[in-house]
């Protein structure tokens, strides 16, 4: 009989370990490289995003949808941005 683990370590929803924090560089990053060629700045296209992120995330359908397809759920956060934006470029979506 194999031994058991001496603890358990559990973190639900970034209660001891941030996760979110790659993600929110990542999205910096994206907005910097990316908003020059829309015409914005950076900040503009962050804040788009995260409002976009918001709303989306808010719904509990969606959520338990979007967990499921991630790349799926992004998409439709930066699209809901573009439209807040009045973006209409379908080349860049």
């Known amino acids: 009989m194999r031994s058991l ?3 358990l370590f559990l973190d639900l929803d970034d209660t001891i370990l941030d996760y979110s924090a790659p993600g929110e560089r990542c999205w910096e990053q994206l907005c ?3 908003a020059p ?4 700045s950076p900040g503009r296209l962050r804040t788009a995003i995260q409002q976009s992120s918001q709303w989306y995330w808010s719904d509990p359908e969606r ?3 979007g967990r499921l397809d991630l790349k799926a759920a992004r998409r439709q956060v930066v699209a809901g941005a573009f439209s807040q934006l009045r973006i209409d470029n379908p080349g860049i979506s």
């Open 5 to 7: 683990p001496g603890f």
């Open 63 to 65: 959520f338990r949808t």
């Open 37 to 40: 060629r829309l015409d914005l």
């Open 32 to 34: 910097a490289s990316f």
